[in-house]
């Protein structure tokens, strides 16, 4: 079940999103009592009910006794051209009112045209625009119905959006029909009117994606077009000659320069082994080619030093000498 709009308060009765039929509202009458003689409702809200024509002549009553009405709000109802004379003498009934919120109901050219011309002829000179919404109806060629409109009445359809708001017209109108043209099974909807592309990005059908971009020049005096080819070794943008060789999206020749630029890598363990250490002094078997080494003769009297015999302190003075 649809959820209820917000309660009502001192300036608004909003009976919105209720999913009143005209049998409900009988139970309006004994809520508000129809023998009083005004309320002080600036806003009256029955938007997005099962209302028709019928259940609109309670909510009318209403209206009639709210002398400071400036906004009602019918839309999304099952109102249709029966209810259209009723919602005219209330244009002149309420001078106030501002806003008639009546979109997605079952108004034709006949219903609209007898509301429009009303509201027309009761709004004065002095007042803001009367603003009256009336897209998603029945009406049948919208643009023609405005225009035969425009030929005798006082109306705009807002094509202005940005000078022409809900309390001012930048043409001096009596009342605006804004999106008038938006009509229930009309070619014209909610975005058709925008140009291609706007508010979104789309890439065109006949776009050639090469690498991570791909390119749509636009020139003064034809159409957008995408870049089908592009000369090898040049920059998508500037068609300017890149260095190294290879276009600007070469992965491959990105990799050769990269490998080439790369630092040597450092030789493995088992390419290069430290140097030995020499084997330590006092061992037994290395000894002999110490003493090789250090020449001749003087092994002898080294090893003797080295066994600890009696000559020992003569062999060894005669090695340092014979080593000096």
């Given amino acids: 079940m649809a959820m209820a709009g917000p309660p009502s308060t001192a300036y608004r009765l909003n009976y919105s999103r209720r999913r009143f039929t005209d049998d409900d509202l009988q139970r309006l009458r004994r809520e508000l009592p129809l023998k009083q003689d005004a309320y002080p409702y600036e806003e009256v809200d029955f938007s997005q009910n099962e209302l028709s024509s019928t259940g609109l002549r309670v909510v009318l009553e209403v209206c009639r006794r709210c002398p400071k009405l400036r906004v009602l709000k019918l839309y999304r109802n099952q109102i249709d051209d029966g209810g259209a004379k009723g919602l005219a003498d209330l244009c002149g009934q309420c001078p106030a009112i501002e806003e008639m919120h009546l979109s997605h109901n079952h108004f034709t050219a006949v219903g609209v045209e007898t509301l429009i011309t009303a509201a027309e002829q009761a709004r004065p ?25 425009q030929t005798r009445l006082s109306v705009c359809n807002r094509q202005d959006e940005f000078r022409c708001t809900v309390r001012v017209c930048c043409r001096k109108m009596k009342v605006h029909l804004p999106f008038f043209n938006w009509q229930r099974g009309s070619r014209h909807q909610p975005g058709s009117d925008k140009p291609p592309g706007a508010g979104s990005f789309r890439v065109p059908d006949n776009a050639e994606i090469a690498g991570p971009s791909f390119r749509v020049p636009r020139g003064e005096a034809s159409p957008p077009a995408v870049s089908q080819a592009r000369a090898a070794g040049t920059t998508p943008k500037s068609n300017a000659p890149v260095s190294n060789g290879g276009g600007a999206w070469d992965i491959a020749g990105a990799s050769r320069r990269l490998a080439a630029s790369a630092p ?5 363990e088992s390419a290069e082994k430290p140097a030995e250490k020499p084997p330590a002094w ?31 302190p003569a062999a060894a003075a005669a090695a340092a000498a014979a080593a000096a």
């Avoid at 000179?125 to 035969?148: C, I, K, T, Y």
């Avoid at 040597?264 to 493995?268: G, I, T, W």
């Avoid at 290395?286 to 015999?309: D, H, K, L, Y």
């Fill in 125 to 149: 000179d002095h007042m803001s625009p009367l603003w009256l919404r009336l897209e998603q109806n029945d009406v049948g060629d919208a643009e023609a119905v405005f225009r035969d409109l």
């Fill in 264 to 268: 040597p890598a450092a030789p493995s």
């Fill in 282 to 312: 006092g061992g037994g078997s290395s000894a002999a080619p110490v003493a090789a080494a250090r020449g001749g003769s003087s092994a002898a009297p080294v090893a003797a030093a080295r066994g600890g015999s009696s000559a020992a």
